[in-house]
């Protein structure tokens, strides 16, 4: 059995890396990107945001060049959220396989995780929303802060944890059907012991 878990935002304060990447790609292409605003709604594809700053017509231009950036410009400065350790290396002592699944293309995603040294089981990367379902059918939850997280959790039928560590508020979480909003990661080892035993329980 797996525990999911979001990336950005909800494992990791990915916002100085890409805000970084942003300000480096508006000085290649000469567009102005409000690299504060977009790290404050991380979470959606990188397509969504590009949209809000360049021409359709230039948009899978500039996502390739910021993804040509990005690796030097994003993961150094990176870091784990508080509880982000913890979180995971509960799930795997209790003997279940803590698993990534982002937005974020894996290649990526496994390039964060490596830089910071949190290790865990699988990294599934570039699906959002409901399209995180289908690698999280038959975990036991879906741990993100974003009430799309919520969505995924729901449409693959595990339980839905939210942080309020990401753009969404706790009211926000709660009216998309999290089944628990936490204020960031640093009780989820006593939430999960309790899930876990009640899990085993009804196995």
């Known amino acids: 059995m797996l525990v999911g878990f979001d990336l950005d935002m909800t494992l990791l304060d990915t916002r100085p890396g890409i805000a970084a990447t942003y300000r480096a790609l508006s000085a290649r292409t000469g567009v102005h990107v409000d690299a504060d605003l977009a790290v404050s709604r991380l979470g959606p594809p990188l397509q969504q945001e590009m949209s809000e700053w360049f021409p359709a017509d230039e948009v899978p231009e500039a996502i390739a060049l910021y993804r040509s950036l990005y690796p030097e410009h994003a993961i150094a400065p990176s870091v784990p959220l508080p509880g982000a350790v913890e979180a995971v290396a509960a799930v795997r002592a209790a003997g279940l396989r803590a698993v990534v699944v982002t937005a974020k293309l ?35 939850a879906y741990v993100g802060d974003h009430v799309a997280d919520v969505r995924a959790a729901r449409t693959a039928g595990v339980r839905a944890i ?24 640093t009780r989820f080892p006593l939430l999960f012991g309790a899930i876990s035993v009640g899990a085993r329980a009804d196995g």
């Not at 830089?115 to 699988?122: C, F, K, P, S």
């Not at 508020?169 to 909003?181: I, M, Q």
């Open 162 to 185: 939210a942080v309020a560590t990401g753009p969404c508020s706790p009211d926000e979480l709660r009216v998309a059907g999290a089944d628990d909003v936490l204020p960031d990661l």
């Open 106 to 140: 894996t290649r990526f995603a496994q390039m964060h995780l490596r830089y910071v040294g949190l290790e865990v089981d699988e990294v599934v990367g570039d699906l959002w929303a409901e399209g995180k379902a289908e690698p999280l059918r038959g975990g036991l």
